[in-house]
C-alpha cells in the first residue's frame, strides 16, 4: 500500500508568480484535503476534494484553486503569488466519509522571494 | 464552529520521565479527535484518533490520550518518552462528517538525556 506522495519537495518562486503542486493519494483513498503551514504554526485548511468535486473550503481567497482527477490525485493551484503564502503545504488523503481520518504527505515547501 | 488550544507551546522533559500535552478543544457538535506528530522537515504521522467508545484511546509509540466530554478536553500523555520523541505534537478536531481537521498551534516536545 502506498503512501501519501507530494511534488515537488521544495520550490522557489518569486512575487506574482504562479505554481503547481501535485499529490497521489493514498491507494483505496477518493478524497484529498489540502493544508498550509506556516512556519510555527498549525495547519491551516484550504481545501478538500471528494470524486472530483470541491467538498469544503477554507478561509483562503480565490487565487488558490484545485483539481482533483479520475485516479483521485490533486493539484494544488496558486496564482498571482505573495511573500505571505510562503509555507509548507500539505496533503492529505481519506475515505469519503463520516470518520475523517487523514494521513498526510511529506508536503511541499514553496518559498516566495 | 471549532477551535483548538494546546496549553503548552514547549514541554521539555528528561528521557524515561513521564510526558502530558495538554489539549481543550471547542465545538458545538459532536467531534472527532485527533493527535499528530510531526518530525522536523516531515509531514504529519497519525498518532491516535478517538471516534466514539471508550473514552481511552491508544495509539502508536507508546502514547494514550483520554477523551473527557465533560472538560472538552483531549491530553495526550507517555509515562515514559524516549529522545526519539522530540518532535512537534498537534492535536486536532473534526466534525462527524466534517471536511477540515481544525489544529492548534502545537507542542514542541523536547526530550534531553
Known amino acids: 500500500e502506498t503512501g501519501v506522495t507530494q511534488s515537488p519537495t521544495h520550490l522557489i518562486k518569486t512575487r506574482g508568480q504562479q505554481v503547481t503542486l501535485r499529490c497521489s493519494s493514498q491507494?483505496?483513498?477518493?478524497?484529498v484535503s489540502w493544508y498550509q503551514q506556516a512556519l510555527g504554526q498549525g495547519p491551516q485548511f484550504i481545501f478538500q476534494?471528494?470524486?472530483?468535486?470541491?467538498?469544503g473550503r477554507g478561509n483562503f481567497p480565490p487565487r488558490f484553486s484545485g483539481l482533483q482527477f479520475p485516479n483521485y490525485s490533486s493539484e494544488l493551484n496558486v496564482n498571482a503569488l505573495e511573500l505571505d503564502d510562503s509555507a509548507l503545504y500539505l496533503c492529505?488523503?481519506?475515505?469519503?466519509?463520516?470518520?475523517?481520518?487523514?494521513?498526510f504527505g511529506a508536503g511541499t515547501r514553496l518559498s516566495v522571494l | 464552529a471549532q477551535s483548538v488550544t494546546q496549553l503548552d507551546s514547549q514541554v521539555p522533559v528528561f528521557e524515561e520521565a513521564p510526558v502530558e500535552l495538554r489539549c481543550n478543544y471547542s465545538?458545538?457538535?459532536?467531534?472527532?479527535l485527533f493527535w499528530y506528530v510531526q518530525y522536523p522537515n516531515q509531514g504529519l504521522q497519525l498518532l491516535l484518533k478517538?471516534?466514539?467508545?471508550?473514552?481511552l484511546v491508544k495509539g502508536i509509540n507508546g502514547f494514550e490520550a483520554e477523551f473527557n466530554k465533560s472538560q472538552t478536553s483531549f491530553h495526550l500523555r507517555k509515562p515514559s518518552v524516549h529522545i526519539s520523541d522530540t518532535a512537534e505534537y498537534f492535536c486536532?478536531?473534526?466534525?462527524?462528517?466534517?471536511?477540515?481537521?481544525?489544529f492548534g498551534k502545537g507542542t514542541t516536545l523536547s526530550v534531553s538525556s
Open positions: 492529505a488523503s481519506s475515505h469519503g466519509g463520516g470518520e475523517n481520518i487523514q494521513y
Open positions: 465545538s458545538s457538535v459532536s467531534v472527532y
Open positions: 491507494s483505496g483513498h477518493n478524497t
Open positions: 486536532a478536531v473534526s466534525e462527524w462528517a466534517g471536511t477540515a481537521l481544525i
Open positions: 476534494y471528494y470524486r472530483e468535486e470541491e467538498n
Open positions: 478517538y471516534l466514539s467508545g471508550s473514552t
